[in-house]
């Protein structure tokens, strides 16, 4: 089942938060990433990828920086300071989001148990 | 065994595949091309045989129906959201202390300037004029700095909303005419004036920060 919809949501949060922990990383780097760490479950679409890291960049989460690598320049994007504030927050939206969902579809046992006869 | 890397020339052939397919700007192509080497590179790491060609045509069908084109439309949505937003931020100062002392005294000059003269309207056409014309030709030449060797989508932007101001200066004069005024027609004129001229050098000191900014990152261009 394809479940890119439910991720689509979740893209600038796998960026920040990708960013976070390893510091700088480049367009093609985030999608191999991204399907190492999901084991292939997750495929970051290249017409997804760039709109939603331009846009972080727009708001000022992150910053770029250009490098020769080889025979051509490379584009580097990192975290800015608000970015790294927002690592944070969406991190904590998407924990909170996670139990909201959770608490949906596997209520808890004592609220089951309140219609056993 | 070492690494199969594209070389000088299969990079010069991505820029004109990335010219072919319609993106002329280089702060746009510089990112497809690296991405479409490091992509037919871990391609080559399995698949060593497969041509430079092949590998182009299997990295291209990754991107959407639509080629690039949606991918530079999405970022001139996004640079034009940072400029108006910008912009504004920059035009808020100037209803806050201290700046708002400088918007009252400008509003006060204007109403004493147009209730005191013959012919008041022509005076608001000629202020408006030289706002639109002065910002515009200012953005311009920050835009014409940049674009002497290669097309940046970012510069290429920043005159995007000199059309707010080119709006106010189509505002036609209130039903009394060119000659007389009312008192409320007026205030409303010197407002608006005043409005034109904060929106105008707001505009301006946002495309200074952006090109400040793109001085940074292309150097070589400057």
């Known amino acids: 089942m394809s479940n890119k919809k439910l991720y689509r949501g979740s893209l ?12 700088r990383m480049y367009g093609y780097e985030i999608t191999q990433r991204v399907k190492e760490l999901t084991k292939g479950e997750l495929k970051i679409t290249e ?42 927050n969406k991190l904590l939206e998407m ?9 949906l579809l596997q209520p808890p046992l004592s609220s089951t148990t309140e219609f056993i006869p | ?21 319609y993106v002329r700007y280089y702060d746009v192509q510089i990112e497809l091309v690296d991405h479409f080497a490091s992509a037919i590179e871990a391609m080559w790491e399995k698949s060593p045989t497969m041509t430079f060609e092949q590998g182009i045509d299997n990295v291209y069908v990754e991107f959407p129906i639509t080629g690039f084109n949606d991918l530079i439309n999405e970022k001139t949505v996004i640079l034009n959201k940072k400029i108006l937003s910008y912009a504004w931020k920059e035009m808020k100062l100037y ?3 201290p700046k708002i002392m400088l918007t009252l005294l400008l509003t006060t000059l204007l109403y004493l300037l147009f209730s005191n003269v013959q012919q008041p309207m022509i005076y608001v056409y ?4 030289i706002t639109f014309l002065g910002s515009t030709y200012l953005i311009t030449q920050l835009r014409n700095i940049g674009s002497k060797k290669q097309q940046f989508l970012v510069l290429n932007t920043l005159l995007g909303f000199q059309s707010i101001s080119l709006f106010i200066c189509t505002v036609p004069p209130p039903p009394q005419g060119l000659d007389n005024l009312s008192f409320w027609s007026t205030i409303g004129l010197s407002i608006l004036t005043v409005f034109m001229m904060i929106f105008c050098i707001g505009h301006y000191k946002v495309a200074r920060s952006i090109f400040e900014e793109w001085k940074t990152q292309y150097p070589q261009f400057v």
């Open chain 1, 12 to 23: 600038s949060t796998i960026i920040l938060k990708l960013l976070g922990d390893n510091g």
């Open chain 2, 95 to 97: 209803l806050q202390f």
């Open chain 2, 126 to 129: 000629i202020i408006w004029l």
């Open chain 1, 95 to 103: 924990e909170m989001f996670l139990q909201t969902m959770q608490g």
């Open chain 1, 47 to 88: 017409g997804a990828l760039y709109p939603s890291l331009h846009k972080l960049e727009a708001e000022g989460h992150l910053q770029v920086e250009f490098e020769q690598v080889n025979n051509r320049m490379r584009k580097y994007y990192s975290l800015t300071e608000d970015g790294t504030k927002e690592v944070v």
């Open chain 2, 1 to 21: 065994m070492e690494k199969k890397q594209v070389s000088e020339v299969q990079i010069e052939q991505l820029f004109k595949f990335m010219r072919q397919k």
